[in-house]
């Protein structure tokens, strides 16, 4: 069998596939986030203990011999570990918000837009630019103390095969890499003030690095893939290739990524250009700080539960009555597709007549339209497929379709963990059926009516958020 490994931000999975793609079982344990005054960090150890422990439970379900496994994992962040590869702080995770003052000060003097310009990189309060820096400031001991300032899924990979502390290309994207040499940029990290930090930066495999298993989880020697991350595993197991092509993942993280040869760093700084595997191609990325997690919020403010969600789609019409959501709940703000660390959610046309499935409703189409304005930001063009939490509701991805005016390829599964199998398979030399491992499950074709309306609607969606964004930056 082939593994599967995706760390996530709330839930460590590890799925098992067969030769054709087709998924065996699936494992998974929940991960705790600390969130306090901004901060949101994770505990590594907790971290890794879970990944051990889905992996032995996946393993003991399906006692097949592994032929390999490929990891991926959340993005950005930052994760300090000592010269051993155990960690020196708690995980600063890709959601924290404190070094948002940071943001704001190079929004303003103009270091923010030259980082772009150089990488493509659009830097938001929880990527490690702004992080590394705010430890600078505040908690220099720690950086210290620190060998390497590491992402998840390095972390985890160095701790089960005791490999030397590495990154790539595509955790390296955000903001320090430059993506036409695929090296460290280092006049961006004078610019950020780390120069005296440089050797934090985890020296990128280029291609993903690969090593035998210790054997904690998985039995000693399996063959492991480090990377890509998340986002970029997700599009290569949902079959996103081709120029133009894009993927939308409903999850935790509402992210947009579009296949692409051009780098174009000329306009809005907003998202980032991640590089693949492949030299020349990139995914221009725009991810949205908040997808799924904008509804959970909502679920558990108004104690509705996830089951119930499809029946209070049905029980109000688009539009929801007049309410409207704008979705941006992070502590951070909004990085995608564009960068305001103080703008914060807005409910309006709500009144005693309101019902929980208004609530519902609207918070869906505001998701969805700000998935429409990250893909129109991205460029796309040609086909979408949609995977992740959100895919689960029937109801959400017919309204989807509607508010974006096109057909969606629902992917459904571990995709995540899928594509990391592909990139492992790829880089062992295992040959594997790409087109039959990332068929989609089904088309959803959108209502012509339903996508008129809310064509009307997504243009009331950017006339709020302009405003919105004008009090943000006040």
């Known amino acids: 069998m082939y593994v599967g490994i995706d760390v996530g931000t709330s839930m460590v999975k590890a799925a098992a596939f067969d030769g054709t793609g087709r998924e065996l079982a699936v494992e998974a344990r929940p991960l705790a986030l600390t969130l306090r005054g901004g901060f949101v960090e994770q505990d590594m150890e907790e971290v890794y203990a879970a990944v051990v422990a889905v992996l032995g439970a996946l393993t003991a379900a399906v006692p097949e011999p592994v032929e390999l496994a490929g990891l991926t994992g959340q993005g950005d962040g930052v994760w300090l570990v000592d010269a051993a590869g155990r960690p020196v702080r708690p995980?600063?995770?890709?959601?924290?918000?404190?070094?948002?003052?940071?943001?704001?000060?190079w929004l303003a003097d103009g270091t923010f837009e030259a980082v772009f310009r150089r990488t493509g990189s659009a830097m938001f309060p929880g990527c490690p630019g702004p992080l590394l820096a705010w430890l600078d400031s505040h908690e220099p001991a720690s950086?210290?103390?620190?060998?390497?300032?590491?992402?998840?899924?390095?972390?985890?990979?160095?701790?089960?095969?005791?490999?030397?502390?590495?990154?790539?290309?595509?955790?390296?994207?955000?903001?320090?890499?430059?993506?036409?040499?695929?090296?460290?940029?280092?006049?961006v990290v004078e610019l950020l003030g780390l120069t005296h930090r440089r050797r934090l930066l985890a020296p990128v495999s280029d291609p993903v690095a690969t090593a035998g298993t210790r054997g904690e989880g998985l039995p000693a020697g399996t063959r492991l893939a480090n990377g890509p991350y998340d986002l970029p595993a997700s599009a290569l197991g949902a079959g996103v290739s081709a120029a133009g092509d894009g993927l939308l993942i409903v999850g935790t993280c509402l992210a947009s990524l579009v296949a692409t040869t051009d780098l174009d760093t000329s306009g809005e700084p907003a998202g980032l250009y991640i590089s693949t595997d492949r030299p020349g191609h990139w995914l221009r990325a725009m991810p949205a700080m908040v997808g799924t997690a904008a509804l959970d919020w909502v679920l558990s403010t108004t104690g509705v539960r996830h089951e119930d969600v499809d029946g209070l789609l049905a029980a109000t019409p688009p539009g929801a009555h007049g309410v409207r959501v704008l979705p941006?709940?992070?502590?951070?703000?909004?990085?995608?597709?564009?960068?305001?660390p103080g703008l914060r959610a807005e409910l309006t046309g709500v009144c005693l007549e309101t019902t929980g499935a208004d609530l519902v409703r609207a918070t869906c189409e505001g998701i969805a339209?700000?998935?429409?304005?990250?893909?129109?930001?991205?460029?796309?063009?040609?086909?979408?497929?949609?995977?992740?939490?959100?895919?689960?509701?029937?109801?959400?991805?017919?309204?989807?379709?509607?508010?974006?005016?096109?057909?969606?390829?629902?992917?459904?599964?571990?995709?995540?963990?899928?594509?990391?199998?592909?990139?492992?398979?790829?880089?062992?030399?295992?040959?594997?059926?790409?087109?039959?491992w990332t068929r989609p499950t089904e088309v959803v074709e959108p209502d012509p009516d339903r996508a008129a309306s809310y064509a009307k609607g997504y243009e009331d969606h950017l006339a709020r958020l302009a405003l919105a964004r004008e009090r943000a930056r006040d």
């Open 143 to 187: 950086l210290d103390a620190a060998a390497t300032a590491l992402y998840c899924k390095d972390m985890v990979f160095r701790r089960l095969t005791g490999a030397p502390a590495a990154t790539d290309v595509s955790d390296a994207s955000m903001p320090f890499l430059d993506p036409r040499t695929r090296t460290y940029d280092n006049r």
């Open 369 to 436: 339209y700000a998935a429409r304005h990250c893909l129109e930001a991205a460029g796309l063009t040609g086909s979408l497929a949609v995977c992740g939490g959100g895919t689960r509701s029937p109801a959400w991805m017919r309204l989807l379709a509607d508010v974006l005016g096109r057909p969606l390829s629902v992917v459904e599964g571990e995709v995540g963990a899928r594509g990391a199998v592909l990139a492992a398979a790829e880089r062992y030399g295992v040959a594997l059926d790409t087109a039959a």
């Open 328 to 340: 941006y709940f992070a502590p951070s703000g909004e990085r995608a597709p564009f960068v305001a």
């Open 91 to 105: 995980a600063a995770s890709w959601m924290d918000g404190r070094a948002h003052q940071l943001v704001d000060r």
